[in-house]
């Protein structure tokens, strides 16, 4: 019995980043990061070139991808798919690949493929279609005495409203936000509570400046966290219900897997989601958000700002660790526990 080597690959979205490593973490073993720095090459794509490592610069490549071959990849991100393949093949075929995110690529290039409904999802053995993202909020995240004493200055119930930013297809207009603000304002002051809102890495200072100005008449307590304290996770746990914006799909499942109302904070199309994506869904390979808003609202894991829905969906991780390991396990015995 041994621990196997294990890989992590990051992709380039953070939404990704959290699965990978949520994964990672539940199959409680050991396993390393590789940080991948490429050039120009990986706008190829694995598409065109295989299984290759050139798209990685030649300083980190001489210094990450070196023997001994791991036993078990796990990635996200195009970017990452044709490295992974070159190691495989440097392995012999003993390196198993474990692919988070949609394939660019035909899933038959990958042992495990766990995706989710934005993408149309193509027919194969490896792929596992999930219902949310994988989370590493597992467990609640115990607050420190200082934000504790921070929410306890707040009267419930707290209303959470968690902002995302604008994606390749979807804009997110200050005036858009501070409307749904102000109407999550008026939601908490019906019931004698308050409101918190918390940042992104993509929401600008433009939306949350508006957001502010627009709430500074709200009838009820409020905060615009801006920063890092009270910690998200902590604000995640604590809220008696969520509202995340609509362009974030790991913040929908981390809500929804909180088994508190949600309600979705829809999202405006811009130019070019109107040119690529248009007014309907269509069986087209772009990565269309609405798919799985339709999903998760239609099958009442979430709801809308006006009517907030609780559900009581687990984790993804935990079966995906469970199928992780049996694959491991076929590679190189039984494992630890």
Known sequence: MRNPRIWVFGGNRR??????????????????????????RFLLSGKYMGASPVSVEKHVRERTLVPPWPDLIILAG???????????EQSGGHTRLV???HPRVSPSHFDLVFTTRQYLTPEGASMRLQPLTMSR?????KPTDEESCWLESLPRPHLLLMLGGETRHWAMRPQFVADYGEKLADRASRTGGSLIVVRSARTTEEVLDSLEGRLERAGCEWRVVRHYFPRFPVLLHDADELFPTADSVSMISESVMTGKP?????????ALGRLVLGSKMWRNRARDLRRFWKYVIGHKLAGTVDEPVASSTPNPVVEAAREVRALLEKTVGTLPE
Do not use: H, S
């Open 78 to 88: 195009k970017r990452a798919v044709p490295i992974a393949l070159w190691v495989q």
């Open 99 to 101: 692919l988070v995110g």
């Open 15 to 40: 939404g990704d980043d959290a699965q990978v490593y949520a994964l990672a973490e539940e199959l409680a073993l050991p396993f390393e990061t590789r940080t991948l720095v490429f050039n120009w």
């Open 262 to 270: 949600v309600g979705i904070v829809p999202a405006e199309m811009n």
């Open 137 to 141: 909020y597992r467990n609640p995240t």
